[in-house]
């Protein structure tokens, strides 16, 4: 391809656009960065320069390469071997890339002795060296960055836990509180008929005692001349009071009834005071959690 050097780019906002089109990353290179790779790699072409970012770019964690894309790495982790004592091991193998595709760049003048493969064949030796060393460091930052992936991830999947013990918390305060609402409504209307039923017993009961001493009366004034229809009013009176009477002993046996009818609702309250309790204790652990969070 074309050979690419800073003159024939003229200015950063030229290798900035160079960089992103040639690489296809569309991020916002730092002028600084574009210097020290400008220093770094003085000429260069599109081949070369693509291999290179597919090379190394993609195999960085993402939050050295943004970083170093914003300009927010310090430039002191970037510098060429002879310049620092220490520099980090990826680094070095990004120097050593370089190195090696400038060597191929430049004709040597003995390449075409015999004498030389001995020399070549060293160069090989250590060329594969350097691959290995790059490959197993490569995969020492790519551990890095899934590392700080996964802890993400567990902060992520732990608050999503979070919220789901939260809506079920609430959901079953929401049963609770329905469960309570009908068991009110069931209880009123027990409570209602009860009353009706025992106001409807004291009318029947309120005429019976009026009625009782008249007839009374009735039949003990009564005539010896009494006619027989007279006896057969009488008789069919006697006969309804006498209902009245066996209707009045078996209100007793409605109330034991009664009685045996409330006790599922006896029931269903002792059961609303334990999911009434379980409530309170799931309200307790939910405080306990939020505690921990903070």
């Keep these: 391809g074309a050979m690419l050097s800073r003159n024939d780019l003229g200015d950063l906002g030229d290798l900035r656009a160079e960089l992103q089109s040639s690489t296809g990353m569309n991020l916002p290179f730092d002028d600084e960065v574009l210097e020290h790779l400008v220093q770094l790699v003085p000429l260069v072409d599109h081949q070369e320069l693509r291999q290179l970012v597919q090379d190394f770019c ?10 170093l894309a914003i300009g927010l790495l310090p430039l002191s982790t970037f510098p060429r071997k002879e310049h620092v004592d220490t520099d980090p091991p990826w680094n070095e193998s990004l120097h050593q890339q370089l190195d090696f595709h400038q060597q191929q760049r430049q004709p040597s003048a003995a390449a075409t002795t015999p004498s030389t493969n001995n020399s070549n064949n060293d ?8 691959k290995s060393q790059q490959t197993l460091q490569i995969q020492h930052l790519s551990n890095t960055g899934f590392q700080e992936h996964n802890l993400e991830q567990a902060e992520f999947n732990h608050q999503r836990q979070h919220r789901k013990q939260q809506q079920q918390i609430q959901q079953q305060e929401q049963q609770l509180e329905q469960q309570q609402q009908q068991w009110q409504r069931q209880q009123q209307q027990q409570l209602q008929r009860q009353q ?10 309120q005429p019976q005692q009026h009625h009782l001493q008249p007839h009374d009366q009735q039949r003990q004034q009564l005539p010896q001349w009494e006619t027989n229809q007279q006896r057969l009013q009488l008789q069919q009176h006697d006969r309804q ?14 109330t034991e009834k009664t009685s045996q009818q409330l006790e599922p609702h006896l029931e269903h309250l002792q059961q609303w005071d334990e999911l009434h309790e379980q409530c309170l204790r799931l309200k307790q652990q939910r405080a306990e959690m939020l505690q921990k969070l903070r």
């Design 58 to 67: 993609p195999k960085w964690p993402q939050a050295a390469l943004a970083s």
């Design 123 to 130: 160069n090989n030796y250590h060329q594969q060296q350097h």
């Design 196 to 205: 009706e039923e025992e106001q409807a017993a004291m009318r029947r009961e």
């Design 241 to 254: 009071q006498l209902q009245q009477h066996d209707q009045q002993r078996q209100l007793p046996e409605n």
